[in-house]
Nanobody, 117 residues
Framework: QVRLVESGGGLVQAGGSLRLSCTAS????????INWYRQGPGKEREFVAS????????DYADSVKDRFTISRDNARTTVYLQMNRLKPEDAAIYYC??????????WGQGTQVFVSS
């Protein structure tokens, strides 16, 4: 059974940085994209970034492009989300995710990010 565990959330001032981690276990992930989503207070869950486990290809939401960087450590089966120049609107619960066609959808428990203005 695939398990995703996020960590690294916390409180940071606007303009500051945080690094989130997502450790995956329970299988192999060579064919997967690992995704980060977030859900702010009163908002829908939204896509943040993704990385291809094998090729390292990345994709970002426009709202975080040039501020956030996603990377992976294959040996540790961990994906990182480096978040720089944080804004109050980045405050959310951040979730790690793997989607597998056609219907499998794995989520972690989330890690909370607070950004003070």
């Amino acid at each position: 059974q695939v398990r995703l565990v996020e960590s690294g959330g916390g409180l940071v001032q606007a303009g500051g940085s945080l690094r989130l981690s997502c450790t995956a276990s329970g299988g192999t992930f060579d064919s997967d994209n690992i995704n980060w989503y977030r859900q702010g207070p009163g908002k829908e869950r939204e896509f943040v970034a993704s990385v291809s486990w094998s090729a390292g290809t990345t994709d970002y939401a426009d709202s975080v492009k040039d501020r956030f960087t996603i990377s992976r450590d294959n040996a540790r089966t961990t994906v990182y989300l480096q978040m720089n120049r944080l804004k109050p609107e980045d405050a959310a619960i951040y979730y790690c995710n793997i989607k597998r066609f056609p219907r499998l959808n794995y989520w972690g428990q989330g890690t909370q990010v607070f950004v003070s203005s």
